[in-house]
């Protein structure tokens, strides 16, 4: 089992490569691209560095694997980012150069099929960034999100913890990237109470592990995840995407870890607020409270069989809604059921 490593932090003024190691969506949205890169040269000061493959709609998973690999070789980048998720990242996994990447750490943002990216990066004992991508949160219609902004500035140019902030307003129904007189309007947002505790009242500390619950489905099924024995005193964390997944798939899932000896080793399970809308479903404000609460009980009934003792905590800011936390995978985290706060390590 590897020590988990911090990578250097970038500083303002340097170079930070955009890559697309799933889809190549750039190609297909060019403005909505144009304008996660003004946010980060203009509000966070960063020298955005394309590869290749980073605008090309269908490139090989060699190729996309090649850039990443020369993306952690260079000297002179400092950080890396997704431009955007897809699904079939799982296909560039086997053809990066591990030996490059583990000696050149770098600060590796993305989330949705880019968890195949975390997770690797987990194996290779390289704390990396759940969230941020340059056409999500970073080009958000009207401006970034504040509670995105501070969280993806304090991943990337502080050390040290961190505490989370539960956001007062959450949203699910992204603007169409193919309105373009949308660019300038913030999509529509709702007052939320918080985040949701359950379970016992203690303190769980440990490192981070998890992702985007469907991807974690297929790296279970393709064997790309560690032994349970390496997961021993670690804090798992699930979102779900826009596809919305049923809830009993994801009971099964979790089930399946179950059997697989892991869920047991969590202390405590992060459970994103569930992506409850997308443009082919459209449903009502009551159907979308249906849709969590029986998501919730997914994660409830796996954990009673099999991670009793968990902390759970329900409704997080992470992943595919809007505003989005940043998690280091891979880094510390500490839940503090007593308080009622959570804190990471960036």
């Known amino acids: 089992m590897p020590d988990m490593v911090y990578p250097p932090k970038p ?3 340097e170079r930070i490569a955009v890559l697309s190691p799933s889809a190549g969506l750039p190609a ?3 403005d909505v691209y144009e304008l996660g890169l003004s946010r980060l040269r203009d509000e966070f000061g960063l020298v955005p560095v394309e590869f290749p493959t980073t605008r090309a ?7 996309r694997a090649r850039d990443i690999t020369a993306a952690f070789a260079d000297p002179t980048i400092a950080a890396v980012i997704a431009s955007i998720g897809g699904d079939d990242q799982i296909t560039v996994l086997r053809h990066l150069d591990d030996d490059v990447i583990r000696v050149n750490p770098k600060p590796f943002f993305g989330f949705s ?3 195949n990216l975390l997770n690797h990066l987990f194996h290779l004992g390289v704390v990396a960034f759940h969230g ?5 949160s970073l080009a958000r219609g009207g401006a970034m999100h504040p509670l995105s902004a501070s969280s993806l500035r304090a991943a990337l140019f502080e050390s040290g913890p961190q505490e989370l902030t539960a956001s007062p307003d959450h949203g699910d129904e992204p603007n169409d990237w193919a309105d373009a007189s949308l660019r300038g309007v913030p999509p529509r947002m709702w007052p939320v109470d918080g985040w949701h505790w359950e379970g016992p009242r203690r303190v769980v500390e440990g490192p981070l592990w998890g992702g985007c ?4 489905s297929w790296l279970l099924q393709a064997g790309f995840v560690a032994p349970p024995e390496r997961f021993d005193g670690h804090v798992l964390v699930v979102e779900t995407s826009e596809e919305m997944p049923a809830a009993e798939e994801v009971f099964r899932t979790l089930r399946n870890m179950g059997e697989r000896g892991m869920l047991e080793r969590f202390g405590a399970i992060l459970v994103g607020r569930p992506m409850a809308w997308n443009f082919e479903r459209r449903p009502t404000a009551e159907q979308k409270a249906v849709y969590r609460d029986e998501q ?3 994660v409830r009934r796996a954990a009673a069989a099999y991670a009793p003792d968990a902390v759970l905590v329900f409704d997080l800011d992470i992943g595919h809604t809007d ?7 891979g880094g510390d985290v500490r839940v503090d059921a007593v308080e009622r706060r959570i804190s990471v390590r960036y």
Do not use: K, W
């Open 113 to 115: 099929d880019n968890t």
């Open 213 to 216: 619950l469907e991807i974690l």
């Open 57 to 63: 709609p269908h490139a090989d998973p060699r190729e």
């Open 28 to 30: 297909v949205f060019p």
């Open 323 to 329: 505003p989005q936390l940043i998690l280091p995978i």
């Open 296 to 298: 919730r009980a997914a």
């Open 11 to 13: 500083r303002p003024g």
């Open 132 to 136: 941020g991508a340059v056409m999500t």
